[in-house]
């Protein structure tokens, strides 16, 4: 009887060791990998990595020309009396996957990424400069690469 048990546990077991084998456990979502590579350019440019920050970009497209935009942006303001501090506030709407196939879920071409920017302008102590706050809301829109692939590019 303890035999039949035996044997048997080992059976099942062996059973579900070979139904499992062939499984792949799922990666992230196209969205999630498109807000990745969204909060990867806007925390090189926090840093001031701004070469870090076209990385991410496609060459000569819209947010890599932003990015020495940004970096006159912040030069400008941190200049004097005052730091300039910029925080990735949060993603504002839904990230929009465009070009999604239910069928085939590799055929995934844009995506729009919706982030919310807010900058500082912090006074050092005993200055007469106010502090400022500006908002800004970007629509980012992203292109996914062959190379390597899965990643996306900002436009």
Same mark, same amino acid.
């Given at each position: 009887?303890k035999?039949k048990?035996l044997?048997?546990?080992f059976?099942?077991l062996?059973i579900?060791?070979l139904?499992g084998?062939?499984?792949?456990?799922?990666?992230l979502?196209?969205w999630?990998?498109?807000?990745e590579?969204?909060?990867?350019?806007?925390?090189?440019i %926090?840093n001031r990595q701004?070469?870090?920050a076209?990385w991410?970009?496609?060459?000569d497209?819209?947010?890599?020309n932003?990015?020495?935009?940004?970096?006159?942006?912040?030069?400008t303001?941190?200049e004097?009396e005052?730091?300039?501090?910029?925080y990735l506030?949060?993603f504002?709407?839904?990230t929009e996957v465009i070009? !999604?196939? %239910?069928y085939?879920?590799d %055929?995934?071409?844009?995506?729009?990424?919706?982030?919310e920017?807010?900058?500082?302008?912090i006074p050092f102590?005993?200055?007469?400069? !106010?502090i400022?706050?500006?908002v800004?809301?970007?629509?980012t829109?992203?292109l996914?690469?062959n190379?390597?692939?899965g990643?996306w590019?900002?436009?």
């Open positions: 009887m035999r048990v044997i048997s546990f059976v099942i062996l579900l060791a139904t084998c062939g499984m792949i456990p799922p990666g979502p196209n999630m990998l498109a807000e590579a969204v909060t990867h350019y806007w925390q090189a %926090i701004y070469e870090l076209k991410y970009c496609i060459p497209g819209i947010w890599y932003k990015v020495d935009e940004w970096e006159e942006y912040i030069n303001n941190s004097g005052a730091s300039l501090m910029i506030y949060r504002y709407k839904p070009g !999604e196939d %239910i085939d879920p %055929i995934r071409d844009n995506a729009i990424v919706y982030v920017i807010i900058t500082h302008k102590p005993g200055s007469v400069v !106010e400022d706050v500006d800004f809301e970007y629509e829109e992203l996914k690469q190379y390597p692939p990643d590019m900002l436009k």
